[in-house]
């Protein structure tokens, strides 16, 4: 019903902002990754997503269409609420989400606070085929990065880490950098063990 809303930004909170748009205030709630996209500019517009409960009706806004795309498609999955998508969306980025659910991992999806083995693996059931659809994801692509992952941490292994250590290491590399390169995530991985 209401798709987008564009006006001065009147409050502004890592959870919540407050648009005045022709002298009404929305309030929306928005997560982690949408605060850090929201410039301190006078003027704001967000995608937003309108929630409809028989006590309340709640706005939840998104600096991209993107993460608008994904919110929808994590609240379509049973056991997952919006405040649940949100905290995704604010722990994880959008892509870092699409990229998790296409993969299978079911480690990052399940690091989420408030998502147990049970549902990261739902989510990754009821999502993955239509995630490589809609952004046309190749599983290639993906079993690519697993490649690179495990070629990194055969490496370490022969340099003498512990696995289960430099695993560790590793994936915070591999959020932080998804596209890393075999080379780009030993370097990164030899400078934190």
């Given at each position: 019903m209401i798709?987008?809303?564009?006006?001065?930004?009147?409050?502004?909170?890592p959870t919540?902002?407050?648009?005045?748009?022709?002298?009404?205030?929305?309030?929306?709630?928005?997560?982690?990754?949408?605060?850090?996209?929201?410039?301190?500019?006078?003027?704001?517009?967000?995608?937003?997503?309108?929630?409809?409960?028989?006590?309340?009706?709640?706005?939840?806004?998104?600096?991209?269409?993107?993460?608008?795309?994904?919110?929808?498609?994590?609240?379509?999955?049973?056991?997952?609420?919006?405040?649940?998508?949100?905290?995704?969306?604010?722990?994880?980025?959008?892509?870092?989400?699409?990229?998790?659910?296409?993969?299978?991992?079911?480690?990052?999806?399940?690091?989420?606070?408030?998502?147990?083995?049970?549902?990261?693996?739902?989510?990754?059931?009821?999502?993955?085929?239509?995630?490589?659809?809609?952004?046309?994801?190749?599983?290639?692509?993906?079993?690519?990065?697993?490649?690179?992952?495990?070629?990194?941490?055969?490496?370490?292994?022969?340099?003498?880490?512990?696995?289960?250590?430099?695993?560790?290491?590793?994936?915070?590399?591999?959020?932080?950098?998804?596209?890393?390169?075999?080379?780009?995530?030993?370097?990164?991985?030899?400078?934190?063990?």
């Amino acid at each position: 019903m209401i798709t987008h809303i564009q006006g001065k930004l009147v409050e502004k909170t890592p959870t919540d902002v407050v648009i005045e748009c022709n002298g009404v205030g929305y309030a929306i709630n928005i997560s982690l990754h949408t605060y850090s996209q929201i410039p301190d500019k006078e003027y704001l517009k967000l995608y937003t997503h309108l929630q409809i409960k028989e006590d309340s009706h709640t706005l939840y806004g998104f600096s991209s269409l993107s993460e608008r795309d994904i919110f929808r498609l994590l609240i379509s999955v049973n056991g997952i609420g919006a405040n649940i998508a949100r905290t995704m969306l604010s722990s994880l980025t959008p892509i870092q989400i699409k990229e998790g659910i296409a993969k299978e991992d079911v480690v990052l999806i399940q690091s989420i606070k408030g998502i147990g083995t049970k549902t990261a693996q739902r989510v990754i059931i009821d999502l993955k085929d239509k995630i490589l659809k809609i952004y046309d994801m190749d599983e290639v692509l993906v079993s690519k990065d697993n490649t690179n992952k495990n070629e990194a941490l055969s490496a370490l292994e022969v340099l003498g880490f512990v696995k289960k250590q430099a695993e560790r290491v590793v994936d915070k590399i591999l959020i932080l950098q998804p596209d890393a390169n075999v080379e780009t995530i030993i370097k990164q991985a030899l400078k934190n063990l």
